[in-house]
T-cell receptor
Framework: AQTVTQSQPEMSVQEAETVTLSCTYD???????LFWYKQPPSRQMILVIR??????QNATENRFSVNFQKAAKSFSLKISDSQLGDAAMYFC??????????????FGQGTRLTINP | DADVTQTPRNRITKTGKRIMLECSQT?????MYWYRQDPGLGLRLIYY???????NKGEISDGYSVSRQAQAKFSLSLESAIPNQTALYFC???????????FGSGTRLTVV
């Protein structure tokens, strides 16, 4: 079974600095998708970034980028120039596909990120 | 209006009561899901539905039931609520072959 592990329950960073959140996963599949979701205090789940396993190039969305190491099954999120609005819980997730075309997301435990002004 | 709407936003109920959490969507997606979020555990899948006639148990379905009344509506029921069902509950949708979910804004349920 696929599992996702986030080993950092909490992280903090100074505003304008860079922070990296860690995520590892376990799978026997060769083609899959990985995601990072952000959950601010409003509790809305917001998709931050997505990585397709067959793509060697790391995904980037503005100040957010990933370091995808397929062999190591590692998928870390880097936030550059941290802003106060980045403070949130961040979840790493792995997509499991079913034959019927539905998908299931398996989530990590989450990392709470605090931004210090 | 939100694409995925959950009601109520917050609810406090007593042990032993039956409670229903509702979810409706305007995305036109066939796939719908219920998750619960607990501190330190992330989100765990309770039930999922491929379409109106196809409902499946997730990892933690004990104590819960669901009803898919229409393509757009997927309700979660707690037949006899207990305190360890206190959690944040999310409904989500996805399209066939799509990437990731569209989430509702969650229902915070407290069982006292």
């Amino acid at each position: 079974a696929q599992t996702v592990t986030q080993s950092q329950p909490e992280m903090s960073v100074q505003e304008a600095e860079t922070v990296t959140l860690s995520c590892t996963y376990d799978t026997s599949e060769s083609d899959y998708y990985l995601f990072w979701y952000k959950q601010p205090p409003s509790r809305q789940m917001i998709l931050v970034i997505r990585q397709e396993a067959y793509k060697q190039q790391n995904a980037t969305e503005n100040r957010f980028s990933v370091n995808f190491q397929k062999a190591a099954k590692s998928f870390s999120l880097k936030i550059s120039d941290s802003q106060l609005g980045d403070a949130a819980m961040y979840f790493c997730a792995y997509r499991v596909m079913f034959l019927q075309g539905a998908q299931k997301l398996v989530f990590g435990q989450g990392t709470r990120l605090t931004i210090n002004p | 209006d939100a694409d995925v709407t959950q009601t109520p936003r917050n609810r406090i109920t007593k042990t032993g009561k039956r409670i229903m959490l509702e979810c409706s969507q305007t995305k036109g997606h066939d796939r719908m899901y219920w998750y619960r979020q607990d501190p330190g555990l992330g989100l765990r899948l309770i039930y999922y539905s491929f379409d109106v006639k196809d409902i499946n148990k997730g990892e933690i379905s004990d104590g819960y039931s669901v009803s898919r009344q229409a393509q757009a509506k997927f309700s979660l029921s707690l037949e006899s609520a207990i305190p360890n069902q206190t959690a944040l509950y999310f409904c989500a949708t996805s399209e066939t072959g799509g990437y990731g979910y569209t989430f509702g804004s969650g229902t915070r349920l407290t069982v006292v």
